[in-house]
């Protein structure tokens, strides 16, 4: 198969250029990521024959050495037997101790009702993992008694524990209590619900795509899913998407394996943490080995219309992958892109120490502006001007809308204008604010899609929430990633992320550009200021003969 981007980029501008998307139809959930002999592998939930949404998803298979470039293969699972007849829906792979893949999966039986699915593969020698075997014991795991047909989804991947029996979680709800079920197994066939679930939460909703995953408590090294116990050095993160609101939520806290309980530090609400505060959904982890990390990807669906959507042909983009470990406080999670896209960089400019004075802004020239890396960090002064603002019982997403980037504050807004047109008239801003209360700082992180195209009928949604540094001690640091239709960004280092979803129509190609800006009255510190042209990846390319290192 060529690559589906070989027609000019203009007349597909809002295909990527290095995120990864099928060569045409609809794709969301990214499922059962792994690296296995040598290949990353990336499963994901897709329509093969239309970019429209349906119930009886396939799974589609692309294969990687690098994270960054993805050679795309035949479908991995096909809803084609009772037990799927209805849909291969999503589900986690687990490398078992034999160094032997196994994926897990939530199939849409004759009946209609989810039920957990075993596959493996038909020839764990080859490398790309082509074909699959669905088991001749399906389901492993049927709905069970007092939930609905249609709740109970998306298997985590297994992790074995202190008396040898392997444990996954399930999603679910009953009464509007969201639930992770828990299960047990000495074969990875015959599962056993444990009497109690691992974790619930009352009113939550439905949740689904749940991940449980170690971290260190102090590294940013990534710990294999079944690491249980290290004397204290490693907590667990419980992810569960919600359903109702298409977010991923998360928590912190202990996991105890003999007395199967997990107590988690900071409670789940829909103020609690979450992975990505923009449009960012159904992500899946998994453990490398090569590099020793965790990584993390996700679904950034669209913005535009159905209509848009047909006469596209496809919906729906991966996340770049993302680094991921436990921050220095242990009360949030740090991510950061995968160091491998630096190998697109080319084009480097920045410079240092510069003064941003209020009301002002400055290009940044030299790079592809429709495809770049920038990162910019600012130094603030002079903070006892700051205006006053109590924090608590502000949502930030309405104080970003209420405050756009057109509203002049004191710290703030200061930021970049990403995909913007020769004369501001198109832009997709990603700034921060900074207020005091108390003799305490909070900073503010935004991404205003209110002017990022011209086009009407389309989600401009502006998206907000809090970055947990102290200004007064640390510069404020903005890594953005843009690539034609799709803005990542990453303020304070990693620890709050926004990714959007924006459709220029004057911003396209040589005419984007890219400002650093400042639109606030208290002058600014531009300390440190890189960016890069991000070159095309290679993705959907032909198959070949994997090629590695010995």
């Keep these: ?209 749940v991940d449980f995953f170690p971290v260190l408590v102090d590294g940013k090294n990534g710990v294999d899913t079944s690491v249980v116990n290290m004397n204290g050095g490693v907590k667990h993160v419980l992810k569960v998407g919600m359903y109702d609101n298409v977010r991923d939520y998360y928590m912190i806290g202990d996991y105890d394996s003999v007395k199967e309980q997990y107590v988690a530090q900071n409670e789940l609400t829909v103020d609690t943490l979450r992975l990505d505060y923009g449009k960012y959904y159904a992500s899946k982890s998994f453990y490398d080995p090569v590099k020793n990390r965790r990584i993390l990807m996700a679904w950034v669906n669209e913005s535009d219309s159905e209509a848009d959507v047909i006469a596209k042909g496809w919906s729906g983009v991966q996340s770049l992958p993302r680094s991921v470990w436990l921050d220095r406080n242990q009360k949030q999670l740090v991510q950061w892109p995968v160091e491998e896209i630096e190998m697109l960089h080319e084009n480097e400019v920045g410079f240092q120490n510069k003064d941003l004075e209020g009301g002002s802004l400055v290009e940044i020239e030299g790079i592809t502006a429709w495809q770049a890396d920038a990162t910019i960090s600012f130094k603030l002064t002079n903070l006892e001007e700051a205006e006053e603002l109590d924090p608590s019982g502000i949502d930030p997403q309405v104080l970003c809308s209420d405050m756009n980037a057109s509203k002049k504050g004191k710290f703030g807004p200061f930021g970049l204008l990403a995909l913007a047109s020769h004369d501001l008239t198109e832009q997709t801003a990603i700034f921060f604010r900074v207020f005091q209360n108390n003799g305490k700082y909070t900073v503010v992180m935004c991404s205003d899609q209110s002017r990022s195209s011209t086009r009407n009928g389309i989600d401009k949604t502006t998206y907000g929430a809090f970055v947990d540094i102290d200004p007064q001690q640390e510069e404020i640091s903005l890594r953005t990633l843009i690539d034609h239709s799709i803005v990542e960004s990453f303020g304070g280092g990693g620890k709050t992320c926004i990714t959007a979803r924006v459709y220029p129509t004057l911003a396209i190609g040589e005419q984007a550009k890219l400002f650093a800006f400042n639109y606030g009255t208290e002058s600014v510190v531009i300390s440190d200021l890189k960016a890069w042209s991000v070159k095309k990846a290679q993705i959907n390319i032909q198959e070949t003969v994997i090629c590695k290192d010995q």
């Design 1 to 209: 198969m060529t690559s589906a981007n070989s027609e000019s980029p203009l007349e597909q501008p809002y295909r990527t250029a290095f995120h990864f998307q099928p060569p045409k139809n609809w794709m969301n959930d990214p499922n059962a990521p792994m690296y296995y002999n040598g290949v990353y592998h990336l499963f994901y939930q897709h329509n093969p024959n239309g970019p429209l949404f349906t119930v009886q998803m396939h799974w589609a298979h692309s294969v990687s050495l690098d994270l960054i470039n993805w050679t795309h293969l035949d479908l991995a699972l096909a809803p084609i037997h009772p037990f799927d007849i209805n849909g291969c829906w999503s589900g986690s792979a687990t490398i078992l101790p034999e160094n032997k893949p196994i994926i897990l999966y939530t199939g849409i039986d004759s009946n209609n009702c989810q039920v957990q699915n075993l596959a493996v593969p038909k020839d764990p020698s080859d490398p790309y993992l082509h074909e699959w075997i669905k088991h001749t014991n399906n389901p492993v795991i049927n709905l069970p008694n007092g939930i609905l047909h249609d709740e109970f989804r998306d298997p985590s991947t297994a992790w074995l524990a202190h008396d040898g029996k392997w444990r996954i979680i399930v999603g679910s709800q009953k009464d509007k209590t969201g639930i992770a079920f828990l299960y047990h197994s000495t074969d990875l066939v015959n599962w056993s619900k444990h009497e109690t679930p691992l974790y619930e939460v009352a009113g939550s909703g439905i949740w689904e795509c």
